[in-house]
């Protein structure tokens, strides 16, 4: 069992491969809480990925943690209590308000002819949720064609800078909406891509560990499991960038 009264935890990784045995060392910087079972999972570049899962009966919900092989050090021994750590101790779940929280109630309006519907190609983006104002009137939420492999503290001034048909004033998903989405099309990416690819758009990644920034960079998604989970700091996410807009008829 982990102590719970340090501020910090050590783990320690021994990998074998042909040049040998290496040891790592990641330090979680934050209090192991009584009574939450904790599931730390390691993601290496050359195709590994480490689980280490601890449960009981009658403990709370588990607490996941995400780390890559690039964010932690060779291990040295025990920790001193003097490493700082490379983590800002927020690895746990995402517990708070969802800060990315779609709140402007104005927004860019398109005159269209035809109405687009979910589930539609409308120009360069791909509709993925309407909802009828009036008979001629809808919000929706658009996806845009590109989408990025990148640090979650560089995610924020891509969105700002980003413009795809003159249209700026893009985000990422919010917790809520990443949640919708991922169950959407969690058993069926592949026919999502399939029908987007036709117009130009870049595929949705779902195999080999990829994640999805959600939550203003806080958070992360996948298509390959059930949870969000915090953004590390030093691990790369794919962004793709979504905006709500209004249509309006002729």
Known sequence: MFPNESSQTHLSINLQSSQGNE??????????????PYHFTGNYKGGVTLDGEFQAEGWQPE??????FDEILPDEGEDDGNDEGTNDGNSGNTGGEDSSGDNDTEYDTFIVSEMPGADSIWGYF???????????EA??????????YTLAAD?????????????EGWRMFTTEEATAFRNQFQGSVSELNEFISEYGLAFFKYSDGA???CNNAQSTFSFANNRIIDAGRTVKYYLRPVKKVRFKLK
């Open 139 to 148: 919000e929706a939420i658009i996806i845009a064609p590109e989408q990025w």
């Open 155 to 167: 995610a924020l001034d891509l969105l700002d800078t980003y413009s795809e048909d003159g249209i």
């Open 126 to 136: 791909y509709v993925w949720q309407t909802t009828s104002i009036s008979s001629t």
């Open 23 to 36: 040891a790592y060392g990641y330090t979680y910087q934050a209090t192991l809480k009584a009574g939450y």
């Open 211 to 213: 994640r999805y920034l």
């Open 63 to 68: 607490i996941d943690c995400e780390f890559g």
